[in-house]
């Protein structure tokens, strides 16, 4: 999953963009309210981390303009502003959660992943691919109770086909879960690592939607546990 973490500490931005990439998830920083706004254009995120004290301005009014725009971005707000004005505010304005500094980088993980769960209307973690079987939370994937060796790269690709519940997602698209802004990759990254994955999963766990991209196998959508 491609988490946005709008930070305007560079040296807290790039813990968290470290701690999260640790846990399996891609990510992209922003330090101010334009480059997040500039981030959000450019790409597509599956949750942001967000930080209400920023340089050009507050990441409640950041969240109030996406929410007005209709902008279904699950967000985490990340603050050291610990109020109950505070977070009466921010539930208020739109955020799914509300963590405050200092704070566990197990505790974020935990938290976004629940919010992951719920955005993509899922009740657990354990999701069935024919004789595979999925941890959502952990990242492991077994085979007939084998455990299947699945690179950090094919299983953000994975997750990201997983969330999309058989929707078709592009080869950019796909590119954007995997990689981040500061990535410049092969265009047919995508392609090898959907190759790998059939190898190791079963061919028909991933179809290609000619001129399209990539959806889950047809059979393996709502598969879970």
Avoid at 103 to 110: A, C, K, T, W, Y
Avoid at 184 to 192: A, L
Wanted: with cysteine; net charge negative; charged share 20%.
């Amino acid at each position: 999953m491609h988490i946005l973490i709008v930070e305007d500490n560079a040296l807290v931005a790039s813990g968290i963009q470290a701690g999260l990439e640790l846990h399996g998830f891609t990510s992209d920083t922003a330090g101010s309210v334009a480059q997040a706004q500039a981030h959000m254009t450019s790409r597509q995120f599956d949750a942001c981390v967000l930080d209400l004290g920023l340089p050009d301005g507050d990441g409640i009014s950041l969240l109030r303009q996406w929410r007005a725009k209709g902008l279904a971005l699950p967000v985490l707000i990340l603050t050291a502003r610990s109020t109950i004005e505070d977070k009466v505010a921010g539930f208020q304005t739109g955020t799914d959660d509300y963590l405050t500094k200092p704070f566990d980088l197990q505790e974020l993980v935990l938290r976004l992943r629940a919010l992951l769960r719920r955005a993509g209307g899922r009740t657990s973690d354990l999701l069935a691919l024919g004789d595979c079987q999925v941890n959502m939370a952990t990242g492991e994937v077994t085979r007939n109770g084998v455990a299947i060796d699945i690179s950090r790269r094919e299983w953000a690709l994975l997750q990201a086909l997983l969330q999309a519940h058989g929707r078709v997602l592009s080869a950019a698209q796909l590119h954007d879960s995997l990689y981040g802004l500061d990535q410049d990759v092969d265009s047919n990254t995508v392609n090898v690592h959907v190759h790998h994955l059939r190898k190791k999963l079963g061919a028909d766990v991933i179809d290609t939607v000619r001129g399209l991209g990539f959806r889950l196998g047809a059979r393996y959508c709502g598969g879970a546990a």
